[in-house]
């Protein structure tokens, strides 16, 4: 099959993890993908998402808004000009907000369009950021969901919300994050890992990804902190965010500084040496509707997770079973799974175990996400669907 694999993504985080993943998937499974979207792929970790990020911040917001809604003609030129010399079966695009190209350039080449959800972004652009244009977003972002062939959301959570809007849930497929399951073959072991960073006296707390205020990791040190916390914890920060100074301060005050490793940004392909050290996996928070990326690796490593008690989170794992769940907001039921997880050698043990298992046994790997895409879109085709 050839498929034209359509995004808008701007720089190497998250968003482009998931799609470089399931593009290496597809093309195992021998299909042809034709990527067409920003050239800042090809660049390093934030190079052109600066510019982005310093438009948001100068240009009023309604200005901003317009400007990713006009994006969306020269976005369709392309993607009409792409589908002219390749001649794929079907497109799959990314969704975001104000952006319907994918829609109209499926549509006037009568190709089906397979629609990748990861958040609703109408509903998360007005919670966070605040959106100057909110009839323009609402609209855009019911007609690509309405109009789209098939819809992929990433949690059942988020396929119901979906399904508000008025899109038949035989329109939608929930297909969550994954691994790689062979690259994971060649990852290191608890002990190899710990000795390569220098750790393997510590009991390990480990956090991957951009770290934010909302996430709450100034608990992880003061709980470090308390008298009767074993003095071979170490917390790891692998990667980055707004708060790393603050935590780093506070790690100081408190006589931590020696007990807490923050590495900056690392590259996706370098994370696994470190989650392979991870003792005690932390998942502080998430937005509900989310299929954190890092739950699966840190089930690939077999870690003991961490994570709030939400509904999304128990479709990928159980309590007591792959991981230990609080209440989401209680800071005083998080510290006592902490407590819980360190003191108990065979609790996490038995829970890492859990989770590798599970991973397996659910199909959290990019290669049985890419089977299903390409199932649904035999099935689109067969049945004519554009």
Same mark, same amino acid.
């Given at each position: 099959?050839?498929?034209?694999?359509?995004?808008?993504?701007?720089?190497?985080?998250?968003?482009?993890?998931?799609?470089?993943?399931?593009?290496?998937?597809?093309?195992?499974?021998?299909?042809?993908?034709?990527?067409?979207?920003?050239?800042?792929?090809?660049?390093?970790?934030?190079?052109?998402?600066?510019?982005?990020?310093?438009?948001?911040?100068?240009?009023?917001?309604?200005?901003?808004? %317009?400007?990713?809604?006009?994006?969306?003609?020269?976005? %369709?030129?392309?993607?009409?000009?792409?589908?002219?010399?390749?001649?794929?079966?079907?497109?799959?695009?990314?969704?975001?907000?104000?952006?319907?190209?994918?829609?109209?350039?499926?549509?006037?080449?009568?190709?089906?369009?397979?629609?990748?959800?990861?958040?609703? !972004?109408?509903?998360?652009?007005?919670?966070?950021?605040?959106?100057?244009?909110?009839?323009?977003?609402?609209?855009?972002?019911?007609?690509?969901?309405?109009?789209?062939?098939?819809?992929?959301?990433?949690?059942?959570?988020?396929?119901?919300?979906?399904?508000?809007?008025?899109?038949?849930?035989?329109?939608?497929?929930?297909?969550?994050?994954?691994?790689?399951?062979?690259?994971?073959?060649?990852?290191?072991?608890?002990?190899?890992?710990?000795?390569?960073?220098? %750790?393997?006296?510590?009991?390990?707390?480990?956090?991957?990804?951009?770290?934010?205020?909302?996430?709450?990791?100034?608990?992880?040190?003061?709980?470090?902190?308390?008298?009767?916390?074993?003095?071979?914890?170490?917390? %790891?920060?692998?990667?980055?965010?707004?708060?790393?100074?603050?935590?780093?301060?506070?790690?100081?005050?408190?006589?931590?500084?020696?007990?807490?490793?923050?590495?900056?940004?690392?590259?996706?392909?370098?994370?696994?040496?470190?989650?392979?050290?991870?003792?005690?996996?932390?998942?502080?928070?998430?937005?509900?509707?989310?299929?954190?990326?890092?739950?699966?690796?840190?089930?690939?490593?077999?870690?003991?997770?961490?994570?709030?008690?939400?509904?999304?989170?128990?479709?990928?794992?159980?309590?007591?079973?792959?991981?230990?769940?609080?209440?989401?907001?209680?800071?005083?039921?998080?510290?006592?799974?902490?407590?819980? !997880?360190?003191?108990?050698?065979?609790?996490?043990?038995?829970?890492?175990?859990?989770?590798?298992?599970?991973?397996?046994?659910?199909?959290?790997?990019?290669?049985?996400?890419?089977?299903?895409?390409?199932?649904?879109?035999?099935?689109?085709?067969?049945?004519?669907?554009?």
């Amino acid at each position: 099959m050839k498929i034209l694999f359509h995004h808008r993504i701007a720089s190497k985080d998250g968003q482009y993890v998931h799609m470089s993943e399931l593009i290496r998937a597809l093309r195992s499974l021998g299909h042809e993908v034709v990527i067409v979207g920003p050239e800042i792929m090809e660049e390093e970790y934030g190079g052109v998402a600066g510019a982005v990020d310093w438009l948001k911040r100068h240009v009023p917001s309604f200005i901003y808004e %317009l400007l990713e809604f006009g994006y969306n003609l020269p976005a %369709l030129f392309r993607i009409l000009g792409a589908i002219r010399r390749h001649s794929p079966d079907v497109v799959y695009e990314r969704y975001n907000l104000n952006f319907i190209a994918g829609v109209l350039a499926a549509r006037l080449t009568r190709l089906p369009l397979l629609l990748e959800v990861n958040a609703p !972004l109408f509903m998360e652009r007005s919670r966070y950021d605040g959106l100057a244009c909110r009839p323009l977003a609402r609209w855009t972002e019911r007609f690509s969901w309405k109009n789209a062939t098939h819809l992929f959301p990433v949690t059942r959570v988020l396929s119901e919300i979906i399904a508000d809007t008025g899109v038949p849930q035989e329109r939608m497929t929930v297909i969550h994050n994954g691994i790689c399951r062979s690259d994971w073959e060649q990852a290191p072991s608890r002990i190899e890992a710990k000795r390569a960073l220098g %750790l393997e006296n510590a009991l390990v707390l480990g956090f991957s990804g951009f770290v934010r205020e909302w996430h709450g990791m100034e608990r992880v040190l003061d709980y470090m902190a308390r008298e009767e916390t074993r003095r071979d914890v170490h917390l %790891l920060l692998v990667g980055d965010g707004p708060v790393r100074s603050s935590l780093e301060q506070r790690a100081k005050r408190l006589g931590l500084s020696e007990r807490f490793t923050i590495t900056g940004y690392v590259d996706h392909e370098d994370v696994r040496r470190y989650v392979c050290a991870f003792d005690v996996a932390l998942q502080p928070d998430v937005v509900e509707y989310a299929s954190p990326l890092k739950i699966f690796e840190y089930m690939a490593a077999g870690c003991a997770i961490l994570a709030p008690d939400r509904r999304n989170i128990r479709e990928i794992v159980r309590h007591e079973s792959e991981a230990l769940l609080f209440d989401a907001d209680s800071s005083e039921d998080f510290g006592k799974g902490l407590a819980r !997880l360190c003191e108990d050698d065979a609790l996490r043990e038995r829970l890492g175990r859990g989770a590798r298992a599970r991973l397996a046994d659910a199909g959290f790997d990019w290669v049985e996400n890419a089977r299903r895409v390409t199932e649904i879109a035999g099935r689109c085709l067969e049945a004519g669907h554009a």
